[in-house]
């Protein structure tokens, strides 16, 4: 069972609102009610990625991870907005979003991405890198904590349908 990686392309946009709806709905539901998690459905989910993609594709990476031709995963990388209260400073990638399908968890394919994801940054010339992640989800922190993120204090509320969360910011150099 082979895993690729590629960049996406238009055709994928519903496939990765459908699998962000199921990663979300898998790796939240011990800490978010259900209707917030059935607020925001998969053909929602593939609606914003199509509207976000249209304005982002020029400076953003949208990477899709597939196996045996079947979409598993996605993460989403682009320029840290220096503007953001708190910033973490010029020269910064941000990494926003690792999902998977949640049948492909602790088979390697969030460490592809990720590893994908920080190539990416030292591509582009991104020196630290920031994301953020529910300070509930403790599976998705341990994750990221043994790729070598740390968090950095800062924090900040969110919100997931109509369920407010938050969220903690991580931080790491790019190697």
């Keep these: ?93 941000e990494l926003y979003a690792i999902h998977l399908d949640p049948a492909e968890q602790g088979r390697g394919t969030g460490r592809a991405l990720m590893v994908d994801a920080l190539a990416t940054f030292r591509l582009r010339g991104w020196r630290r890198a920031v994301l953020w992640v529910l300070a509930q989800n403790t599976h998705a922190r341990d994750f990221y904590a043994r790729g070598g993120w740390r968090p950095d204090g800062v924090e900040r509320e969110g919100d997931i349908g109509p369920a407010p969360t938050w969220q903690v910011r991580y931080v790491r150099p790019v190697p």
């Design 1 to 93: 069972m082979t895993l690729m990686l590629r960049p996406a392309v238009a055709g994928d946009l519903r496939a990765i609102g459908a699998l962000h709806q199921r990663s979300r709905s898998a790796a939240y539901r011990d800490f978010l009610p259900a209707e917030a998690l059935a607020a925001v459905s998969a053909e929602t989910m593939g609606e914003y990625w199509t509207e976000r993609w249209s304005w982002e594709r020029d400076s953003h990476l949208l990477t899709v991870a597939e196996r045996d031709g079947r979409l598993v995963g996605f993460s989403y990388v682009g320029p840290h907005d220096p503007e953001e209260p708190d910033s973490a400073g010029p020269d910064v990638g």
